[in-house]
């Protein structure tokens, strides 16, 4: 991230050099790259302007398309758009199953999942995540197994059942550990703080 934000100046000439030279795929491509770095960053102004671009001027590759859709959907739920976040995690999730990437499909059902659980329908949430966690440890999709499981602690979380929070964000911590995912690991952990505190513990 440090070495794309010394460059950013550089990477978004580029990026209006594409716009500007009808180079569509290379848009996308270069979105596609940029997009997890502008929403880590807090650049909100370049996501807002080059997502929507890339997705109306783009279609192929499939994978960078799928790339924006991920980040565009996450943006757009971020601000509370989430009739432009379904859709572009519909199309995204679309794409996944034509191209046979059943990680993907699973990481999209994941961000549906948790647009349901922001807008309040928990039992939708609830059913969805159970469903790609069983998914996920059928296929060895590790990362996903501990995604959803930290996930089904929020959903908890939202529903008041903290003792349920605590016990998956207890089971997220260890997951997560094995993969090595320090960033899982703090944000189980964290849950498991603040579930505890809401248990008068």
């Not at 783009?58 to 980040?71: I, Y």
């Not at 191209?99 to 928990?122: I, K």
Request: hydrophobic share 40%.
């Amino acid at each position: 991230l440090a070495l794309i934000e010394a460059e950013h100046d550089n990477l978004r000439g580029a990026v209006e050099w594409a716009r500007d030279s009808g180079e569509d795929e290379l848009l996308l491509r270069l979105v596609a790259v940029l997009g997890a770095f502008w929403l880590r960053r807090g650049h909100y102004r370049d996501a807002d302007s080059w997502f929507p671009l890339a997705l109306e001027r783009g279609s192929s590759p499939t994978q960078a398309r799928m790339e924006v859709l991920r980040a565009a959907s996450i943006r757009t739920a971020g601000t509370k758009d989430y009739e432009r976040s379904d859709a572009y995690v519909a199309e995204w999730r679309r794409l996944a199953e034509l191209t046979g990437d059943e990680g993907e499909v699973l990481r999209a059902m994941n961000s549906a999942a948790l647009n349901a659980s922001e807008q309040g329908d928990l039992e939708r949430a609830r059913a969805e995540l159970a469903k790609i966690g069983e998914r996920a440890r059928e296929i060895g999709d590790d990362r996903m197994v501990a995604f959803t499981t930290i996930n089904l602690g929020t959903v908890a979380w939202e529903g008041g059942d903290f003792p349920a929070t605590h016990e998956y964000a207890e089971q997220a911590v260890e997951l997560f550990r094995e993969l090595g995912d320090l960033g899982g690991v703090a944000t189980s952990l964290a849950t498991c703080g603040w579930s505890s505190l809401a248990l008068e513990d």
